[in-house]
């Protein structure tokens, strides 16, 4: 019989950056129903943040990513939306690219991601704060 489980994860401030939140996602859905077949659907509640799946193996993918992003949407742009300081409209372009969600299959209760793959917190803003997912867990 299908089921929904619904929590919010409340994560910790960190800096500007991607930083893999996996084992915290995993945690969270221990705290769920177990599902034998399912979806995860993670949300961020944030507009200058994001999430991504990305390669959760070699440290210097973060890093990357990070410095591509930056790249694509640089602070110097002559943004008009500046009122909340010079990361915050580049925060919002980089969370638009890369987007407010991501689900992942559940399989005998884990999360059925690949061998090299991980869930980031995408942290646009150089002071972001606490953020907030939401998970939606639906299956049998």
């Known amino acids: 019989m299908m089921a929904w489980h619904q929590t919010e ?6 800096r500007r950056g991607f ?3 996996t084992a915290e996602i995993e ?12 979806l995860l659907h993670v949300f961020i509640r944030h507009t ?14 973060p890093r990357d990513l990070e410095m591509a992003f930056n790249a ?5 742009f002559p943004h008009v939306h ?15 690219l890369l987007g407010s969600s991501v689900t992942v299959p559940i399989g005998d209760g884990r999360l059925l ?17 606490p953020r907030s997912l939401v998970l939606t867990a639906c299956g049998e």
């Open 9 to 14: 994860l409340r994560l910790a401030p960190r």
């Open 19 to 21: 930083h893999l939140v």
């Open 27 to 38: 945690a969270a859905l221990r705290g769920m129903p177990r599902f034998t077949v399912g």
């Open 48 to 61: 200058s943040a994001s999430l991504s799946i990305n390669e959760n193996a070699d440290p210097d993918v």
């Open 72 to 76: 694509i949407a640089p602070e110097d």
């Open 82 to 96: 500046t009122m909340e300081g010079p990361d915050d409209m580049p925060a919002h372009v980089k969370a638009s």
């Open 113 to 129: 991601l690949g061998t090299w793959q991980g869930i980031y917190l995408c942290e646009h803003r150089n002071h972001g704060g």
